[in-house]
């Protein structure tokens, strides 16, 4: 049983996918659509670069460290950590949290970068588990037409983006994970998330 598990009130819903698929507009979108049920929200996206930890993780990203790939996911691994505290007490004062990129992305990553599953699934293990995870899912063609410029280390490697969507959509067919389109308008991506998370809202009298 993960930390923070149990009997907590709050729901965690993660949104996953590839690089530009939309996730952080998404969440940002969801998490208006709960507050306008009166939902207490929080919105985290990981990497979050104002730790000391995400900071080192930008500086990699824009090609100034050079790091192997065990290291670099245990950094990643190491940033959701920074913020471990703070998503439990978001959690047990009932909140529904929106992760952009959480566990999942660490392995889709990972593996697409020859590490072994096991293994970076561990670093994470005793972070607390998502409720409901969606998969934002474009092909990669579609992550370099909406930002063809200023990419980074992984955004600017179709094939590395090609390998981490084939991590993803293996892992949600075999965890039953609701996948929605991301290329289709944003009111239908939108819609399709929201299908997927409302089954986790009370009803509201």
Known sequence: MSTGEGSRPGILIALEGIDQAGKRTQAQILGDRLRGLGLRTAIISFPDYSTELGKEIRAFLRGE????????????????????????????NGAFVIIDR???SNIAYGM???????????????????????????PPEESMRRKAGARDVHEADLEFLANV???YLA????????VVDGRGSLEEV???VWKAASKLVPIIP
């Open 65 to 92: 460290r050079r790091y192997g790939p065990k290291v670099r996911h245990l950094l990643y691994a190491a940033n959701k950590w920074e913020r471990a505290e703070e998503l439990l007490e978001l959690l047990g």
């Open 102 to 104: 959480y566990k999942a």
């Open 112 to 138: 697409a970068r020859g590490l072994d599953r096991g293994w970076l699934a561990n670093l994470e293990a005793d972070l607390p588990e998502a409720d409901l995870t969606v998969l934002i899912d474009i």
């Open 165 to 167: 969507r084939r991590n």
């Open 171 to 178: 892992m949600a067919e075999e965890m039953g994970w609701p």
């Open 190 to 192: 939108s819609e399709g």
